[in-house]
């Protein structure tokens, strides 16, 4: 499992050694300052792995950050659908495979595309061989942790992405992981558990940048603890559960 920040290409950027998402989504103009922005990131110690850049919708639109990507030795690229057919999303996939570019698709977020685990797999089985791969936004969920985690077990193969942010009640989400309803820790327990070992990306509101360098180094105190023992029986008994309903309900089908 990997931790990542997310961070947009803003002044007064943490200085970490960490590995980091760049957020450009509302920077239409981040290619007139790249080399300055990529000197800086390098010197705050940010190393980043994936570009976030909002919505794709139409055959051209990922070519348009390629030259950004390349610049910044990433091959991966998180994009919200902004698409509705399924001729679309096989263009757009080949456009960035052509780059050696994966899309992560925001699962959920957008329109009425890619909105349903029933309709992922279908849309997964026309577009074969590209993968169909997708990011989960935990806040996002209405129903909670056990909803989340049912959703990623119902979405299992598919994430490479889960987006970490607080939220209280149900109001915006963007808080630091510890400053709100979700409990993170536990749900760190539950990937262990259903083994997960994809991006996990911290993303904030800006105005919450400077609690990154703590929460990640209690996050990753945590995971070293949990190392390769056994989770306790009761969030086992709970999970799998979870699992059994999912089965349940896909045998139906």
């Not at 800086?40 to 980043?48: C, N, P, S």
């Not at 679309?88 to 009425?112: N, P, Q």
């Not at 909670?144 to 889960?162: H, M, N, P």
């Amino acid at each position: 499992m990997e931790l990542l920040i997310s961070v947009k290409p803003i002044r007064d950027l943490p200085k970490l050694n960490t590995q980091a998402e760049l957020d450009i989504r509302g920077f239409p103009d981040v290619d007139k300052f790249l080399p300055a922005l990529a000197v800086e990131l390098e010197d705050l110690g940010l190393r980043i792995s994936q570009v976030r850049v909002g919505y794709l919708r139409r055959r051209g639109d990922a070519e348009r950050f390629m030259a950004l990507l390349d610049y910044l030795n990433v091959d991966s690229m998180v994009a919200r659908p902004g698409i509705n057919d399924v001729n679309t999303l096989a263009e757009l996939l080949d456009e960035a495979s052509m780059y050696g570019v994966r899309v992560i698709w925001e699962f959920g977020v957008g329109g009425d595309f890619l909105r349903s685990p029933g309709e992922v797999t279908e849309l997964a089985n026309e577009v074969s061989p590209h993968r169909l791969s997708l990011a989960l936004h935990v806040a996002r969920e209405r129903g909670g942790l056990r909803d989340f985690v049912r959703r990623f077990v119902e979405l299992s193969g598919y994430v490479k992405a889960i987006y970490f942010s607080n939220k209280r009640g149900g109001g915006s989400f963007g808080l630091p992981i510890f400053e709100g309803s979700i409990d993170f820790l536990k749900l760190m327990k539950v990937l262990q558990v259903l083994r997960y070992d994809e991006n996990v990306v911290l993303h904030y509101l800006p105005s919450y940048y400077g609690r990154y360098g703590v929460d990640l180094e209690v996050l990753n105190s945590f995971i070293n603890s949990l190392g390769g023992g056994g989770a306790d029986r009761r969030l086992v008994k709970s999970i799998e559960r979870i699992v059994s309903e999912v089965l349940g309900q896909g045998g139906q089908e």
